[in-house]
C-alpha cells in the first residue's frame, strides 16, 4: 500500500494536541487515517484522524495519541504521509506533491528544464524544485504560467523572463 506526502507538520496549534499541518491543500478534511515520518524513520503506524480542521493557512489536525500541545510539538518538523487509496482525487487543476514529484519539466518551446526532485511550502504559492541535467536547481512557483500536463505525465512552463537563469 503506497503512501505518499500530504504536508508537514509546521507548529502546534492550541492546547489539546493539534497538529498545524502544512501543504495537504484540503485532502485532510477527508482523510481519517494518517502517518507521521521523522526524517530517517522507519515507516510509522497509521494512527486515526479525530478532528480536522482548517486554521488559517494550516490545517489543525488531532491524532489518536497526541492529546495536548506538548506532544503535539514534539512532532514538529514531521512528514504527513497517507494510504494513496484513501485519498480521494485531487480535483481540477490541484495535484498530490508525489504526483508531481518526478515528472519531466519543459518551456512550452519543448525545451527541456529537468526534473521535478521536491516541493518547497512557502505559505503562499507552492515552489517546485527542478533539477537540471548538469546537476543544478532551478525553482519554478507553481504559478499560472505553470501548468501540469497530468495526461503527457510533465510539466509544461511558460516562464516569465528571468526565472529559469
Known sequence: MAR???GKVVRAVGLKGHL???????ALATVRRIALRREGE????????L?????GRLWAVRIEGVSDRTSAEAWVGAEVLALRED?????EAR???ADLEGLPVVTV???????????????????LVVTTEEGGEKLVPLAPYVEVDVAGRRVVVDPPEGLLD
Open 87 to 91: 485519498l480521494p482525487e485531487a480535483g
Open 42 to 49: 522507519p515507516e510509522p503506524p497509521l494512527q486515526e484522524v
Open 109 to 127: 518551446a519543448g525545451a527541456a528544464i529537468g526534473t521535478v526532485t521536491g516541493l518547497y511550502e512557502t505559505g503562499g504559492v507552492d515552489v
Open 20 to 26: 498545524g499541518v502544512a501543504g495537504s491543500e484540503g
Open 51 to 55: 478532528e480536522a480542521r482548517p486554521q
Open 4 to 6: 505518499i506526502r500530504l
Open 95 to 97: 495535484h498530490y506533491w
